[in-house]
């Protein structure tokens, strides 16, 4: 099914608009004109960005073929959408795509079904003669056509051929440099996306997507800030917005700061407009990784270096000489968690440390919870071939409140929980490519406060969280193992 998303950027600094971001489907309804959020910060180093999440609405037989007349008349009520949204945001822009770019004087990103005649000669040619490509085509402020990407990891996206090679898109700004683009499932593989990063000047990408979310792990949001922390980048993300699909999750994210929506009960679209730092400070570093020598981080540390009483597999913990925290063993169980078979150890008491391992991965918590809620939580590690809706190969550390208070029900699915916890979370990850992810109740996004590498493992901390856990994880890629 063909999607249709826009990003305009504007040239010039101040108050302007500097890049709009929709996401929709071509077939699409609904507006949402509710007041933006709106994040206020110095005009000299910010651009303004907006992102609108679409509630869309599908042609009645998505699968069937239409004319041309019909396709444009169910374009052109997107477009009458996206002009009001355009006007809440920036007051102005009149015109269509390419004449938004022109009378806006920005840049503009379209997501959209394109095709390439292809002969018989060539041995990948479909038998209708032509290639389908979900693509993004980039213009400048002037019209001029710039670039074009097209999606390399499809996703049941029968009606789109995969490209036979990968484009890799940057485009420049006038107002803040380089810009990346990828869309929706390209976010979980090396090429494109890592692949552009390696560019140390990309400090920008637009990511229109269609993501269903899936708990504990792979909520729209949750990857979205994992992606913008793991490389210290702006990622500017607009899903579609279709509860009913699971779709929703779209924002503005920063290392250290995101704008956020998720919505699963209501039809209507929502527009986010915040000022984005042109050149954003990364939230991995020394200062975040050993600068706050709290006693939680101290004990952390003495564990790393090898404290013989803090090797007892969770019997006995004695890490700074003064704290003591007898414990049974608890029991070693497996649960399914997103189709895969995690290996998992429960969360029992006020305090402790826990080491759970598979493969050649072991995953440790270091925990201090000032209330116990009635619910259970656990620690999950996973090392393989993820091969569900997608293959590809991950290593996965996770603190994850449970369903229910049965073992079994570790891994599903839930939003809310009470749950509060300082902790350290870390592993032995034989990759340096790893997403921090860290979600509590109502679907709300957290920052880490430490993040980094100790001693060969990459750790995460959090203390003060504002509600309940819901995923504390660090979600590992070995692409190499695809």
């Not at 489907?25 to 507006?31: I, K, R, S, W």
């Not at 509590?440 to 406060?449: A, F, I, Q, R, W």
Request: hydrophobic share 40%; charged share 15%; net charge negative.
């Amino acid at each position: 099914m063909q999607t249709l998303f826009m990003v305009c950027i504007m040239s010039g600094a101040g108050s302007q608009l500097a890049l709009f971001l929709f996401g929709c489907y071509v077939v699409a309804l609904g507006v949402h004109t509710e007041e933006p959020r709106v994040a206020q910060h110095s005009e000299a180093e910010h651009y303004v960005a907006a992102v609108y999440e679409h509630q869309s609405i599908f042609t009645p037989s998505p699968l069937a073929l239409v004319g041309r007349k019909q396709a444009l008349d169910l374009m052109n009520q997107n477009l009458d959408i996206y002009e009001q949204q355009v006007t809440t945001a920036a007051q102005k822009v009149l015109q269509r795509l390419s004449c938004m770019a022109i009378k806006g004087n920005m840049f503009l990103v379209a997501n959209l079904g394109t095709k390439q005649p292809c002969h018989n000669n060539d041995p990948g040619c479909p038998h209708d003669g032509r290639y389908q490509f979900n693509t993004n085509v980039v213009f400048s402020n002037n019209g001029t056509l710039v670039d074009r990407y097209r999606k390399h990891n499809l996703y049941f996206e029968a009606a789109f051929d995969t490209p036979l090679k990968v484009d890799h898109i940057i485009f420049d700004t006038p107002f803040a440099g380089k810009f990346g683009i990828f869309t929706c499932f390209d976010i979980l593989f090396f090429d494109p996306a890592i692949r552009l990063l390696r560019d140390s000047e990309v400090k920008h990408v637009v990511y229109p997507t269609a993501w269903m979310n899936q708990l504990p792990l792979l909520a729209a949001i949750q990857i979205q800030r994992a992606f913008a922390i793991a490389f210290g980048i702006n990622l500017l993300a607009a899903n579609i917005h279709h509860p009913s699909l699971g779709m929703t999750g779209s924002g503005i994210h920063s290392p250290r700061k995101s704008f956020w929506h998720h919505d699963m009960e209501n039809a209507t679209g929502h527009l986010i407009i915040a000022q984005v730092a042109r050149n954003p400070l990364g939230l991995i570093g020394p200062e975040n990784a050993t600068g706050k020598m709290n006693p939680s981080h101290s004990k952390f540390l003495e564990i790393l270096a090898g404290d013989p009483y803090c090797e007892k597999d969770a019997q006995e913990v004695h890490c700074d000489g003064a704290t003591k925290w007898n414990m049974n063993t608890p029991p070693v169980f497996h649960s399914e968690m997103m189709y895969d078979n995690f290996t998992l150890v429960p969360v029992w008491g006020k305090e402790g440390y826990l080491r759970v391992c598979a493969n050649g991965l072991c995953c440790y918590l270091l925990y201090q919870r000032p209330t116990l809620s009635k619910e259970l939580y656990a620690l999950g590690v996973f090392d393989g071939l993820h091969t569900v809706h997608g293959t590809y190969y991950v290593q996965v550390c996770a603190l994850v409140k449970c369903g229910g208070l049965g073992f079994n029900t570790c891994g599903q699915e839930i939003t809310e929980a009470t749950g509060i916890f300082e902790f350290h979370l870390w592993g032995n990850f034989s990759t340096s490519y790893i997403f921090p992810l860290l979600l509590t109740s109502g679907m709300s996004l957290e920052t880490p406060d430490q993040l980094g590498w100790e001693n060969d493992y990459s750790f995460l901390s959090k203390s003060g969280l504002s509600s309940g856990l819901v995923t504390a994880a660090l979600y590992g890629r070995l692409y190499e193992r695809d």
